[in-house]
């Protein structure tokens, strides 16, 4: 299967500062991807999908101002999360797709962050 | 937007009973139709998919699901589970580009 590379795995920011986690996709381009919010022992909360070349799509409720995401290549999206505070503590995870349509998603290893 | 149903969270069997997950969604648009499972401490792994054609899927390690588009439900069954199928299971739905998840079904299988 394609591997989809989450960069970093885990990481500890001070309150007000901004946290960038790389998505890649090694050995395919994708099309599409997706960021998704996970809460220990919940689902996965898909908090936006974004097209290259295009801005991402947000869910209700997620705050784009805080949540900027960037898929500027056909490997590589990027989830900044702006003015962190504790309560964007969680796991983020990544999944990368070929086309916009029967396509599989494969997903990233995720980064777990934890704002201090 | 579509949303994803799955029932009964927590799934206790014993070794080589039979397991079977429902997942039900709502959207009325063309969807494709997705099994993940996530072992303790690793990513999530495609059981099975669905995309077009033959409503019953088979999947990796003995796992078939059902596609019954009338019922909105893609139901997950395994005829006898081991001891190694203790994760957690979720249902996936992509419709109008979103890939949308259900809550999982956490599945604990008894030596």
């Known amino acids: 299967g394609a591997v989809v590379s989450q960069h970093p795995s885990w990481v500890i920011c001070k309150s007000g500062t901004s946290v960038k986690i790389e998505c890649r996709s090694l050995?395919?381009?994708?099309?599409?991807m997706f960021w998704y919010r996970q809460f220990p022992k919940q689902s996965l909360m898909l908090m936006a999908t974004s097209n290259e070349g295009s801005k991402a799509t947000y869910e209700q409720g997620v705050e784009k101002d805080k949540f900027l995401i960037n898929h500027a290549s056909l490997t590589l999206s990027t989830l900044t999360v702006t003015s962190a505070h504790p309560e964007d503590s969680s796991f983020y995870i990544c999944?990368?797709?070929?086309?916009?349509?029967?396509?599989?998603?494969?997903f990233g290893q995720g980064t777990r962050l934890t704002v201090v | 937007a579509q949303s994803v149903s799955q029932h009964n969270h927590h799934v206790i069997l014993s070794e080589a009973a039979s397991l079977e997950l429902g997942c039900n969604y709502s959207y009325g648009g063309t969807v494709n139709l997705f099994w993940y499972v996530q072992y303790p401490g690793q990513h999530l792994q495609l059981l099975l998919k669905y995309f077009s054609g033959d409503p019953l899927v088979k999947g990796i390690k003995g796992f078939e699901a059902e596609f019954i588009k009338s019922k909105f439900s893609f139901n997950l069954r395994k005829p006898s589970v081991q001891w190694s199928d203790t994760a957690e299971y979720f249902c996936?739905?992509?419709?109008?580009?979103?890939?949308?998840f259900g809550k999982g079904n956490q599945v604990v299988v008894i030596p």
């Open positions: 996936a739905v992509r419709g109008n580009n979103r890939l949308a």
């Open positions: 999944s990368a797709s070929r086309g916009r349509q029967n396509t599989e998603a494969f």
């Open positions: 050995d395919f381009q994708a099309t599409t």
